[in-house]
């Protein structure tokens, strides 16, 4: 199977904003409101482009997604900071491919999901919000796990993890739900981290240092 198609319905105006950044626009557009009112010059251009950068950080482009017969796509825009095999990891038994993905405050933080499947469990650890880059980030900070059987029986988990000034880890799916690749699923406010844990015999499609987008870029191919 082959092409691509939208895993999700496209979005009705020329820029989609998350639902999680409605409230965060809507204050920041007030408060600058109300400086205007108020003829506060350099106060209501410092709000307008806060909330500006608001809408940016929020932004949820529409996205089409490969078809190919056992891709995994990436649920995240950013720079890949890992992707390697390891002998052991929190999610599972045995060795795992593991790929990781840092996003900046400037990257869309919309997640997708990397491949069909059905939810097995949902997974949330509290922990620590030091910087997302540092590998010790994937064991210690605020995370949140999702594990996903796929049709044919291969096992995976995405991991949602908190960074430095991240706050708010969104996952907006639950246990046994059915699930598409591409599928808008949470995100994560204001940089922060994934990693994908899957498993060991899959072909890498990424190396470090690559960048790629949610939904539409492939990070290897299931067996």
């Known amino acids: ?5 939208f895993s999700d319905p496209p979005g ?7 639902k999680a950044g409605h409230l965060f626009i809507l204050a920041s557009a007030f408060i600058t409101a109300v400086f205007a009112l108020l003829e506060l010059t350099v106060l209501s251009l410092i709000g307008l482009a806060v909330t500006i950068f608001i809408c940016y950080f929020f ?61 097995e469990k949902i997974n949330y ?19 949140n796990a999702v594990f996903i059987k796929t049709d044919r029986g291969k096992k995976y988990c995405v991991v949602q993890i908190a960074g430095l ?14 699930i598409n690749r591409g599928q808008r699923f949470g995100m994560i406010c204001f940089g922060s981290r994934l990693d994908v844990y899957l498993p060991a015999d899959t072909d890498l499609d990424v190396y470090i240092g690559d960048r790629v987008k949610a939904g539409t870029s492939i990070l290897g191919y299931l067996k």
Do not use: W
């Open 165 to 178: 000034i991240a706050r708010r880890i969104i996952c907006n799916v639950n246990e046994g739900d059915r």
């Open 59 to 119: 932004r949820d482009p529409d996205r089409v997604t490969p078809n190919m017969n056992g891709a995994v796509i990436s649920p995240a825009d950013g720079k890949v900071i890992e992707a390697g095999i390891k002998d052991s990891n929190p999610y599972s038994e045995g060795r795992c491919l593991k790929i990781s993905i840092f996003m900046s405050v400037f990257n869309v933080h919309v997640n997708r999901i990397p491949h069909e499947g059905k939810i």
């Open 12 to 18: 009705q105006t020329a820029f989609p904003v998350a």
């Open 1 to 5: 199977m082959n092409g691509f198609s």
């Open 125 to 143: 650890y509290p922990g620590k919000f030091i910087s997302a880059n540092f590998d010790k980030a994937s064991t210690d900070n605020e995370r």
